[in-house]
């Protein structure tokens, strides 16, 4: 027995001393970082928390305390800004062309859209380091067929990247809640609540859902949408909460950042906290272990219909997880997943990793599923054009039917960022639409200059920013929001 003890001390000893180690070199690693800016160290100290938002918070005071937290923020940073940070470009300088309290509408900030005849409604939410601003073009196509539309700001979100380094998945999933309430007192007991979740804020509709099976007191949706769901992330943000354990230390600050870069994009942060990765990765955790707890008690039953697009080439989070974790637990309630394929085209054929190309292939090799699953991929691998394969629940046939829109020219792939925004949006477009400015064209940005010169990692900017598939996820988003579902 002294001997198993002595074995066991050893052993985490030698843990601890490993771990230690590991924190020790990431930190002094991220001395490499850029210099931390006042955006990254000021956060505004007026962000609302889950414990005031669960006791009685409505909308209008919601917004309203946002209103405050925006001015808060704008004043702050004209005292603070350097001068070596004033520079053209920078979304917090006041005379930058980006900068975001110039424009005539922030959508940085929460907003409303409402019909003069309400037939629906639908909460909106964004994903990580973004804004309610990707969320603008599918709010104008519901609130087109009469539906209320409200796309919530998350806290944390819109105003500097140092409001993330604090927030808590708490804080999100109370500000979920709140949006439910409004939205379901705006539309009365009988229209029906549609969520429509991107990224992070797909996993926020999904854990709310899943809270409402258990909670009758909370809104329940009558049908779900997700676009790029954070399901799954990688395994190495299970390491976040450990690496930034000596950020309190002024010498070490830099180690609270996976990512310190310039913030040009007037609607999404560039620069990434590791507290992001820690709250993320504890919202999959817990839908992990709702999704497990509900379908042993035979609650999962319960379960709304989900209609999901999901890129295969995602490198935020994990495309076998949204099928493994989520649809493989599905009741057969006419859920659907959509997956966008990437270019099969021969001239990129060889270009991609092995485990991408055949991904698919044990996908459709799979037992029959309760849930319709849709491909969009080459109609062959000698061209661009389309064809969706379709794969009705409890099947194995598939059906092609042809897609009238194909991979443009440049396009190896869509991404995880890519799915809400159509190419004509004015910021991520591949083709913009010149009516309407924000200071910056991102998705039609085309650079040649010398290697290593740029301040933000040269895959960042060639990431696809809009979808060229959009009006077929539109077109299915309205059907699904209409109750019908029904598959073209």
């Not at 055949?358 to 029959?368: C, G, W, Y």
């Not at 396009?411 to 200071?439: M, N, Q, R």
Request: proline share 7%; charged share 20%.
């Amino acid at each position: 027995m002294h001997r198993l003890l002595g074995w066991i001390v050893n052993v985490l000893v030698a843990t601890l001393s490993v771990l230690a180690t590991i924190v020790l070199i990431y930190a002094l690693q991220a001395r490499r970082l850029p210099d931390l800016q006042p955006w990254h160290t000021q956060a505004p100290a007026g962000e609302m928390q889950a414990a005031e938002l669960d006791a009685g918070f409505t909308l209008d005071r919601y917004l309203g305390r946002e209103q405050d937290l925006f001015e808060e923020t704008r004043t702050g940073l004209l005292q603070s800004i350097p001068l070596e940070q004033q520079l053209p470009g920078n979304r917090y300088w006041a005379q930058s062309p980006n900068y975001q309290w110039l424009f005539p509408r922030d959508w940085n900030r929460s907003f409303e859209l409402r019909p003069a005849r309400i037939e629906g409604g639908a909460l909106l939410l964004h994903g990580l380091t973004d804004s309610p601003y990707s969320m603008r073009a599918i709010a104008r196509a519901l609130f087109d067929r009469g539906y209320y539309v409200l796309a919530l700001r998350m806290p944390g979100h819109g105003t500097v990247p140092a409001a993330l380094a604090q927030v808590t998945w708490q804080d999100w999933m109370a500000a979920t809640r709140l949006g439910a309430r409004a939205v379901r007192s705006q539309i009365g007991a009988d229209a029906p609540l549609l969520m429509v979740g991107y990224s992070n804020g797909a996993a926020l509709s999904v854990k709310h859902q899943l809270d409402a099976l258990e909670d009758a007191s909370l809104p329940r949706a009558d049908r779900i949408v997700l676009m790029s769901p954070m399901i799954g992330i990688s395994p190495s943000a299970a390491l976040a909460r450990l690496l930034g354990r000596l950020s309190f230390i002024p010498f070490f600050a830099k180690s609270a950042w996976t990512e310190v870069q310039p913030e040009f994009n007037p609607f999404k942060f560039n620069s990434f906290p590791l507290n992001g990765a820690v709250q993320t990765r504890a919202l999959t955790e817990e839908i992990s272990r709702g999704i497990g707890r509900l379908e042993g008690n035979g609650g999962l039953a319960r379960m709304p219909p989900i209609l999901a697009f999901q890129s295969l080439l995602d490198s935020t989070v994990s495309t076998r997880a949204v099928v493994r974790t989520l649809f493989a637990h599905l009741p057969a309630n006419g859920s659907e997943l959509v997956l966008f394929d990437f270019n099969r085209n021969a001239v990129f054929a060889t270009a991609f990793k092995r485990s991408d190309r055949e991904f698919l292939r044990t996908l459709f090799d799979d037992d029959p599923r309760a849930y319709r699953l849709q491909v969009i991929t080459n109609n062959s691998e000698h061209g661009s054009a389309t064809v969706r394969k379709s794969i009705a629940a409890r099947s194995r046939e598939i059906v092609e039917h042809g897609m009238d829109v194909g991979y443009p020219r440049s396009v190896y792939s869509l991404s995880h960022i890519a799915l809400p925004f159509p190419v004509s949006d004015p910021v991520y477009g591949l083709e913009p639409d010149y009516t309407e400015s924000f200071g910056v064209r991102l998705g039609t940005l085309v650079l040649h200059g010398e290697h290593n010169a740029l301040a933000v990692p040269l895959e960042q900017l060639t990431r696809l920013g809009s979808n060229p598939f959009y009006p077929y996820l539109e077109q299915r988003v309205l059907q699904w929001a209409s109750a019908t579902g029904a598959t073209p």
